[in-house]
């Protein structure tokens, strides 16, 4: 008997890198992500951190919730030339992914099907057997630096009132709802596992897109926070491709409330290299490249563009 070893990945005639994306998110308004609903409240998603100074509540952007609304970003994504959506020509969508190992979706986000399945892609009946492709990419982060409360607000109507037809519902049902306050600040990172570059296309669209529709209901989105790495005011934001993480990962601690302190330690981090404090916005050595600032979102812009090429004409 021959035992297999190796994870069934297709050989590539390019090079595999790890990639890793870090920023600081600012939500320009409040924002709702959903935990759970109580005494007809729906509760936003929060952590409780201990600290010096003891147990404090912070408001929290999942990891899980910003991998789903990226792996919906790159499902959505127009098609151009076809009038579709590249999930439907895939035939990839949540939960039913395909699995297959062409699509920019789930080689890098990863697929899974339990059974045989007979699938309907384009109007044609696919037939799709058991498989698992193994997800290369993994979320990080996402708590607030400022330990503020969330803000409980009564609105007139719930979202699933106002499909109904007026005449079913005449009166509108309150309800309150949390949110996460303006202005809070999320640490966030993405790390991506030996994928090529053509495969990390996909997590660039995906991590650019997402920035807008992240959070349930209305209102969404959050932006790349500004502030000063190389220069006074620019995203706070570090792309790294790797073959040997040379550089300070710039996360900040949860436990740290100040602006001033987690900011100033992201930035001491970032310009981190091989025990050097570097001055510029691209590092590059033969196992190392980081790109900062408005380098970094440059060069993940580049690679989104690269991922429309391929797949979205
Ligand atoms: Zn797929």
Redesign the pocket.
């Known amino acids: 008997m021959t035992v297999q070893t190796n994870v069934g990945l297709p050989k590539v005639d390019v090079p595999r890198y790890h990639f890793d994306i870090y920023a600081v998110l600012e939500g320009p308004q409040e924002l709702y992500f959903g935990h759970e609903t109580q005494v007809g409240v729906n509760i936003v998603e929060t952590v409780r951190i201990a600290t010096e100074k003891g147990e404090m509540e912070k408001c929290y952007i999942s990891p899980t919730k910003r991998r789903g609304v990226e792996r919906r970003t790159l499902i959505w994504a127009p098609v151009q030339s076809e009038g579709v959506l590249l999930?439907d020509k895939?035939?990839?969508?949540v939960p039913h992914?395909?699995?297959?190992p062409t699509?920019?979706?789930?080689?890098v986000?990863g697929?899974l099907i339990t059974s045989t399945t007979n699938v309907d892609v384009m109007g044609k009946t696919e037939k799709r057997s058991p498989t698992t492709?193994i997800g290369r990419l993994v979320h990080g982060g996402g708590v607030a630096i400022q330990p503020q409360d969330v803000v409980e607000k009564q609105r007139a109507m719930h979202p699933s009132m106002m499909h109904k037809a007026p005449e079913k519902e005449p009166t509108p049902m309150p309800f309150r709802r949390q949110y996460n306050e303006p202005g809070l600040l999320y640490p966030v990172y993405n790390h991506c596992l030996s994928v090529t570059e053509a495969e990390f296309t996909a997590v660039a669209y995906a991590f650019l897109n997402a920035l807008a529709r992240l959070g349930a209901g209305n209102p969404k989105g959050v932006r790349i926070y500004e502030g000063k790495l190389i220069e006074e005011q620019e995203p706070l934001l570090v792309v790294d491709r790797y073959l040997v993480p040379l550089g300070k990962r710039p996360i900040t601690s949860p436990s740290v409330t100040s602006i001033r302190e987690a900011l100033a330690q992201f930035r001491a981090d970032a310009l981190q290299v091989e025990g050097q404090t570097v001055a510029q916005h691209e590092v590059s050595g033969p196992h190392f490249t980081r790109w900062l600032g408005s380098a970094a979102y440059r060069k993940l812009q580049e690679y989104a563009v690269q991922f429309a090429e391929l797949y979205l004409k």
Request: charged share 0%; hydrophobic share 30%.
């Open positions: 999930g895939l035939g990839c969508g992914t395909c699995a297959q699509c920019p979706i789930c080689a986000f697929g492709t």
